[in-house]
């Protein structure tokens, strides 16, 4: 299965609140996330939560964009990745 | 007899009935290896319910190849009533089925009035041996049983099913509903064939291994009261048969020759067995008594008192049992087989051809070819003419179950009958038939060819049904070429002819023909001619060519950018397929919606449908050409991954057809790709061909679009000659009136292309604006570097629509609805204006009530008037 980045813009900054509420937020996205088969595997949010870019596996970038509708989230841009670290060659 | 360990199945199956009797039903696919018990739990349950349920039994035949809709006929006998009446005036399929669910809807005594008060239980066994068209019916139930009180059981061999079995793509489609159900028994445990073997003084250990804890095996080897442990089931059964009296045992022998049941009556012709014989064989337990006919216990005994029976007397038994039944006037099937086994190829011939026919009317094609194949095998010295019509026969049934190489060459050796019999009138309509048996398997130019030469040939003698058919598929392949005045030329002589004929079937596909034509040289006309081919269809009954009409209204308004009409049409032809099982035509019609919903800037739904239809790995070549075109095309625009691979597997599927409508839009898309990823210099190469091939028929949105990109990439000077009028406007240089005409079309893509053109900074961020609500990044950064060269002090960039003004996070189609609800219409309304189901508007109200956390129709309309949704830009200028 692919992997993906997301990057989406929250011009009024994303607000996830750090509580039961927060916590419901998130199970939410994934449940409605595993109806297409898609996974959130973890997000990187810019320091003034403008921006995040997220890391999903799924099996077409149709499936990301409609769980991201489903789920209310706005995308920018999708590019397909690989993971390289710097462990990888040695 | 009690059931050792099933206890937890038969409180499954309780609890499902239970929920059944409250009108929720469902199908339960009850699998497990053959002896393991399917048929002893099926039974106990049903026994405990002949009070409180009505239980229907049927079951799929063992034959080689087995009866159409079997279990279908099994339980019609059962029934009586209208079912049966039903049945023997040859109703469509559609209405054979329709009737069975009604019967599952309606148990309770027939004259009692008010709501049903008993559940059914319908029974369908051995479904490994099921023919198509009971596979059919399995999944027309298996689709609709979730709304009627019924248990529909299925028993199965799961280890028979191998991946490519029929029967495991019927499974694979029917379990993802929620309401079809699985079971699968597992073997008895050391403890319960222990807790058998006791009183017996058989080793249990011994038992359970060499019998692996099947069922069947373990009673078959206690039955026959012996200290030892036969090493097979086979062993197993013929240790009982060899406590059995002569007389007994040749009536066991007879009756292993027939599949599933036996009358005695037979056995006493057959085998000279009186009552007394057979009595004896129903008291040592190898049959079974099942009111007007015996039975094997199982299967598996039956195939082994049979393999032992020596070859000599087992053909003479053959000989003896097909004369009974015949004489007796039995079903063709059966007596095919008798006769195959018997070795008598004219008796084969004759009744496998019969039996291929029976098969062929009731819609079992899969069984009707193996029928004619049968009869093929043994048609050494038939005279070319009976001959060649086998052959015709068995070209149509394989074609109908795709197995076309078999079909052509079928068509080639009866071809090669008729010339030697001199039958010209055979010959031409045999070349018209296999024009479509080459269209189907997309060798086009050959199909144009062979429908050339049958109209050619037939031309020359007197006209008949024979030329009707030869013009109709010549029309149709030239339509196809897009050979538009060819095609309307013919077709209108194809419909002539057919009506002379009264040539129903013809007379459909030539009106569609012509009116498919009709889109490209008088698209007024076309969906009167069209209409008229889906009226004839319906009327004769025939759901293939429905579907086709309506498949045809619908894509042929697409092509020439007809949207509203388009729309309404292909939704229409999804819901009839989905209504008549007709999943391969509903699939073109659901990729062509993709496609229309993409030009429209539908993006989000168009990725949905066309990423469903090019992930099925079922789905046609036409089917997955479409969608994967409008897949690659969107992922291109939108600047997704993956643009390049998808837009690729299009062409390859494609461009062996050499048909432009099929080239056009994916060298677009190829093209657009290469200028969205900067490599303008690759588009001449990918546009060219397909470009002269449009200017060479004449196909305005053809040669536009294509014309388009080689002007963009500098290899055209002006406008190509019969270029639909958006684009000789664009390529004109005048991007305005382009604009706006696309804006009329409904295009805000192609409108915000055009807008980029200007040179003006408002007109450079109306383009943007749009492209940014639409999510087509690439052409958007285009826009906005432009902008910044003007020197264009770029504002904050303005998110997409569906941040913004929509905090909540609704869909393109919701914003849509919702703007409707605030104008005040009620639900079927906006169904109406909208062109879609109102089943469709009641979720879409339900997820926007969820998403903006109201909890009423007026709550909503209140927040879409506050945020003023409904006053939406880039909407079509006139409804159509």
């Given at each position: 299965m692919p992997r993906y980045l997301v990057q989406r813009t929250f011009p009024d900054g994303l607000r996830i609140p750090v509580d039961e509420q927060g916590a419901k937020a998130c199970m939410k996205v994934v449940d409605t996330n595993a109806d297409s088969g898609v996974t959130w595997i973890h997000s990187y949010v810019s320091s003034d939560k403008s921006t995040t870019f997220c890391v999903y596996d799924g099996p077409s970038p149709e499936a990301i964009r409609h769980t991201a509708e489903r789920n209310g989230l706005p995308v920018d841009r999708i590019t397909e990745v690989r993971v390289l670290d710097p462990y990888f060659y040695s | 007899m009690e059931l050792l360990e099933r206890g937890a199945f038969l409180e499954s199956l309780e609890g499902w009935l239970a929920a059944a009797r409250s009108g929720e039903g469902c199908m339960v696919l009850l699998g497990g290896e053959a002896g393991i018990g399917k048929t002893a739990l099926a039974r106990a349950f049903c026994d405990r319910h002949g009070a409180d349920a009505r239980v229907l039994w049927g079951a799929c035949d063992a034959l080689r190849t087995p009866r159409p809709l079997g279990p279908l006929l099994d339980i019609t006998r059962e029934v009586g009533g209208e079912l049966a009446r039903l049945v023997s005036a040859e109703p469509t399929r559609h209405r054979l089925f329709g009737a069975f669910l009604d019967l599952l809807g309606s148990a309770?005594?027939?004259?009692?009035?008010?709501?049903?008060?008993l559940p059914v239980v319908a029974v369908v066994e051995d479904?490994?041996?099921?023919d198509e068209a009971t596979l059919d019916l399995l999944v027309f139930l298996g689709r609709r049983?979730?709304?009627?009180?019924a248990v529909v059981l299925v028993t199965y061999r799961d280890d028979e099913v191998?991946?490519?079995?029929p029967l495991r793509t019927v499974i694979g489609d029917l379990a993802?509903?929620?309401w079809v159900r699985r079971l699968d028994l597992p073997a008895l445990s050391r403890a319960g064939v222990a807790s058998l073997a006791g009183p017996h003084g058989i080793d249990a250990d011994r038992l359970h291994r060499v019998t692996g804890g099947n069922p069947f095996f373990v009673t078959e080897v206690l039955g026959a009261a012996g200290r030892e442990v036969p090493p097979t089931v086979r062993d197993a059964v013929l240790a009982r048969t060899a406590r059995l009296t002569p007389a007994a045992r040749a009536a066991l022998d007879a009756a292993a020759l027939v599949p599933d049941r036996v009358e005695p009556a037979l056995l006493e012709a057959v085998a000279g067995a009186d009552a007394a014989a057979v009595d004896e064989c129903l008291r040592a337990g190898m049959l079974r008594d099942d009111g007007r006919s015996v039975r094997f216990r199982h299967e598996l005994a039956r195939l082994a008192v049979e393999q032992a029976v020596p070859t000599a007397r087992r053909i003479a038994l053959h000989r003896r049992i097909l004369a009974q039944l015949a004489a007796s006037g039995h079903e063709p099937a059966r007596l095919a087989y008798h006769a195959e086994e018997a070795g008598q190829p004219a008796a084969v011939l004759e009744h496998a051809a019969a039996a291929g026919e029976r098969a062929a009317a009731l819609g079992a094609h899969r069984e009707a070819a193996d029928h004619y194949a049968r009869a093929l095998r043994f048609a050494?010295?038939?005279?070319?003419r009976p001959l060649a019509e086998l052959l015709e026969r068995y070209a149509v049934e394989c074609a109908r179950t795709d197995r076309n190489a078999d079909a052509l060459d079928a068509a080639e050796r009866a071809l090669a009958c008729w010339r030697r019999e001199g039958d010209r009138d055979r010959e031409g309509a045999l070349l018209a038939r296999r024009s479509q048996h080459l269209w189907g398997i997309g060798r086009s130019r050959e199909a144009l060819e062979s429908a050339a030469a049958a109209v050619a040939m037939l031309e020359a003698g007197e006209p008949g049904p024979g030329l009707a058919a030869a013009y109709t598929w010549l029309a149709m392949n030239r339509m196809l070429a897009r050979d538009i005045p060819g095609a309307i030329e013919v077709g209108r002589r194809a419909i002539e002819l057919a009506e002379r004929f009264g040539e129903q079937e013809l007379l459909s596909r030539a009106l569609n023909a012509v009116g498919s034509a009709q889109w490209f040289s008088d698209p007024d006309q076309a969906p009167v001619t069209l209409a008229r081919s889906l009226a004839v269809a319906t009327d004769a009954g025939n759901d293939q060519a429905a579907a086709a009409a309506m498949v045809n209204l619908g894509s042929g308004a697409g092509e020439i950018r007809r949207y509203a009409f388009a729309d309404r049409w292909l939704r229409q032809a999804v819901a009839w397929c989905a209504e008549h099982d007709l999943d391969g035509s509903g699939r073109y019609a659901l990729a062509w919606l993709a496609r229309c919903d993409f030009e429209q800037g539908r993006w989000s739904e168009a990725g949905t449908a066309a990423a469903s239809v090019a992930g099925e790995?079922?789905?046609g070549a036409p089917s997955r050409r479409v969608a994967l075109t409008v897949l690659g095309r969107l992922r291109a625009r939108r600047g997704d991954p993956d643009a390049l691979s998808a837009l690729e597997d299009a062409w390859e599927l494609a461009v062996?057809?050499?048909?432009l409508q099929r080239l056009w839009p994916v060298a677009a898309g190829r093209a657009e790709h290469a200028w969205l990823t900067g490599r303008?210099?690759?588009l001449p190469e990918l546009v060219a061909e397909p470009f002269e091939l449009a200017r060479r028929l004449g196909h305005a949105w053809a040669i536009g679009e294509l014309g388009f990109w080689l002007w963009r990439s500098g290899a055209l000077p002006h406008s190509p000659a019969g270029a639909a009028r958006p684009y000789a406007l664009q390529i004109a240089g005048d991007w305005r009136a382009a604009a706006e005409a696309w804006h009329e079309l409904g295009c805000p893509y192609e409108r915000a292309l055009a807008l980029a053109e200007g040179d003006t900074e408002a007109d450079l961020l109306a383009a943007l604006d749009q492209l940014e609500r639409l999510g087509a990044r690439p052409a958007a950064d285009a826009v906005a570097s432009r902008l910044r060269e003007l020197g264009v002090r770029r504002l904050r960039r303005r998110p997409r629509r569906a941040t913004l003004a929509n905090p909540a996070g609704l869909t393109a189609r919701e914003l849509e609805v919702l703007g409707l609800l605030g104008a005040g219409l009620r639900n079927a309304d906006i169904a109406g204006r909208l062109h879609i189901a109102e089943k469709t508007v009641d979720h879409h109200v339900s997820a926007i009530l969820a998403k903006l956390g109201v909890r009423s129709r007026r709550e909503a309309a209140q927040v879409a008037t506050a945020r003023g949704i409904g006053a939406q830009d880039g909407e079509p200028a006139a409804p159509r």
């Open positions: - | 309770g005594a027939p004259d009692a009035p008010g709501p049903r008060a479904a490994h041996w099921a049983v979730a709304d009627s009180p191998g991946r490519e079995h993802t509903s929620w050494d010295g038939l005279a070319p790995r079922s789905a062996h057809t050499g048909d303008a210099e690759a």
